[in-house]
């Protein structure tokens, strides 16, 4: 929603495209233990660690999408007599969807990788906890097996946003 926003007013998308580059590039590492001084120790900061991962990359991808439809195709919805609405409803965003898809399967990475990152750095529980915990105990088969189970919800998720993508868009499958 905020590309699809953003995308439609030149201004905006100058003046927040390197807000949201900077938030892609910056690791969720780096930011996990300053927001867990605002925020404290709670589950909400999980959360919020993976919004602020996730919600960039997803942006980032879907406005190149809005930006990279064919100027031609443009210009048939404004010889028709479409309004922006409908130019960015039946032709900007289904030509899009692709880019956007892209966006949300390296959303779920980065979604698991910052939730994972978030557990690690101080939180009494989760798997990220459980992987900290048992290396310090030497306890390599149960870190082992949290890493295994850490990969499986990463690919069931990523897995989840292909059978969605290949249910919406059935031109490119």
Partial sequence: ?????????????????????????????????????????????????????????????????????EQGKRELMSAIGANRLQTFTKCIFPNALPEVFTGLRLGCIFGTIAS??????????????????????????IVFACIVLVALIGLLMYGLTVVIENKIVIWKS
């Fill in 1 to 69: 929603l905020i590309a699809a926003f953003v995308s439609q007013f030149w201004v905006l998308e100058k003046a927040l495209s390197p807000y949201i580059i900077l938030l892609v590039t910056t690791p969720m590492v780096t930011l996990v233990p300053l927001l867990m001084l605002i925020f404290g120790y709670g589950f909400e900061v999980r959360i919020l660690c993976a919004v602020v991962q996730v919600i960039p990359v997803v942006t980032l991808n879907s406005l190149t999408g809005f930006s990279r439809v």
């Fill in 116 to 141: 994972i990152t978030a557990e690690m750095n101080g939180f009494g529980s989760g798997i990220g906890h459980r992987v900290v915990y048992y290396s310090k105990l030497i306890e390599t088969d």
